[in-house]
């Protein structure tokens, strides 16, 4: 059975400490899961920085550490999962050890332990848990402070942890206790400042262009711009360049959004809505313009009841699965809006996607700055004249099925077919988030315009 260490915490902000303690514990353990809590009422701070600034920085701390992966599920469903929810649902997984501080067991012998105390069935957990208790530097533990199933870990203290998120707010020196990418995205996003509302354009600079390259294989232009910039592919990339066509665009997010870099797209198709007609290359020197966009989180529920999520850049939708037309029940943030959809079926749109199968549905393409989604059907039967509508970008809209036997539905996700569903339901995510980058000058509402007024 596999030992995983499940690390959890704030990691607001994430540092250096936290990836040390990380790779200590891979050493010791099969797997190490990260899981960073989503808002606590006892932690107002959380609250003050954007999950999808929070997820970005967990991520880019742990990249890269062997057999350790980020768990977002707490951030996307903005809850906090106490630790007793959290053993239940790995425990399937493999034997389940708690990772925590050691003042976290302090007093542990005398039943005053801040786990025995504060935490939700902290008694029953200390009796029948695991732990891990990671003693940093040469701070002496009490063994008889120790659970009954425990284990320590030692990781060096530099002294400074618990100064971090202070002398971030105060600007003070971070050397040393934040990894380079993730001081990056505080200056570049303002965070600790007070607040942190999510900005749809920035203007970044790159000291030095290091890429990674995604290109359209089928596609010899493509083919042969990736040649000409294969001097700058770097192992450690600041930029992933995307030579294609906005379907390539699309792939490319799917694979990388994790990595947390910015999109930088090379047009080799017909419009490129989501891309430049010119190289980072050629932008040397001058600042890029980057827009923040936020993925949809898809959840489905399927005919046998198994249920799956994803995210999508563009959209999802549902369409009817046989020769008659579907049933659909549509419903925005909880409310029955339309109580029978009878068409062949219905998607929701992002901003950027609202170009693409929105678009040809009949909806009207909103900037890929909107903060909007568009919802639409595929040729409408009733309600009669029913059109495309935009709703706000917090929006939650949910496809059901009224007759699963007769007029059942397929589902999917960015164009992943998911197969027969009973309901799906999308929304902004919480913590899924590109950036995509444009030549300065780019104006991404021309080619918008090119599709809203074509030439005659």
């Not at 966009?293 to 046989?322: C, I, P, Q």
Request: overall charge neutral; some cysteine; charged content about 25%.
């Amino acid at each position: 059975m596999s030992r995983i260490a499940l690390f959890g915490g704030s990691f607001n902000p994430p540092g250096k400490h936290h990836r040390e303690i990380a790779a200590a514990l891979a050493k010791e353990f099969d797997e190490v899961v990260v899981v960073p809590c989503g808002p606590r009422r006892d932690k107002p701070a959380l609250n003050e920085i954007a999950p999808c600034y929070r997820a970005a920085m967990v991520d880019v701390t742990f990249a890269g550490l062997e057999r350790v992966r980020v768990d977002l599920f707490d951030m996307e469903a903005s809850t906090f999962t106490p630790s007793w929810k959290l053993d239940e649902i790995y425990r399937e997984q493999g034997e389940i050890w708690h990772v925590v501080r050691t003042d976290f067991i302090e007093g542990g012998k005398r039943g005053e332990s801040v786990i025995q105390k504060k935490w939700e069935r902290g008694k029953e957990l200390w009796q029948s848990a695991r732990f891990v208790v990671i003693a940093r530097g040469d701070r002496r533990i009490d063994q008889a402070d120790l659970p009954p199933q425990a284990k320590v870990v030692e990781v060096p203290d530099d002294g400074l942890e618990l100064t971090l998120r202070s002398r971030v707010y105060h600007r003070d020196e971070t050397d040393g206790l934040l990894l380079p990418r993730v001081k990056e995205l505080i200056e570049r996003y303002g965070l600790y400042r007070g607040g942190s509302s999510i900005s749809r354009f920035e203007s970044i600079s790159l000291d030095k262009l290091r890429l990674k390259i995604v290109a359209d294989e089928r596609n010899p232009k493509a083919l042969e711009i990736q040649k000409d910039l294969s001097p700058y592919v770097s192992n450690e990339p600041n930029l992933i360049a995307v030579i294609g066509g906005d379907g390539t665009m699309l792939r490319a997010i799917r694979q990388h959004w994790r990595e947390r870099i910015p999109f930088y797209g090379i047009n080799t198709g017909h419009l490129g809505f989501l891309l430049n007609d010119e190289t980072p290359v050629s932008c040397s020197g001058h600042d890029l313009v980057a827009c923040h966009v936020a993925l949809l989180y898809v959840e489905v529920e399927k005919l046998s009841g198994e249920r799956a999520a994803a995210v999508a850049f563009n959209d999802a939708w549902v369409e009817r699965a046989t020769g008659q037309t579907a049933w659909i029940e549509v419903r925005v943030d909880g409310k029955v809006r339309l109580p029978q959809l009878v068409a062949d079926g219905a998607l929701v749109a992002t901003a950027a996607g609202s170009t693409s199968y929105a678009r040809a549905m009949g909806a009207t393409p909103v900037p890929l700055n909107t903060p909007a989604l568009t919802l639409v059907g595929s040729n409408v039967l009733r309600p009669s004249f029913w059109r495309p509508v935009v709703l706000p970008h917090d929006s939650e809209i949910e496809f059901r099925t009224l007759d699963s036997d007769k007029r059942p539905l397929e589902g999917y996700i960015d164009g992943v077919a998911q197969g027969e569903i009973r309901w799906l339901r999308a929304r902004a995510s919480r913590i899924a988030a590109v950036e995509l980058v444009f030549a300065p000058g780019h104006d991404p509402a021309a080619k918008l315009a090119q599709i809203q007024f074509p030439a005659p």
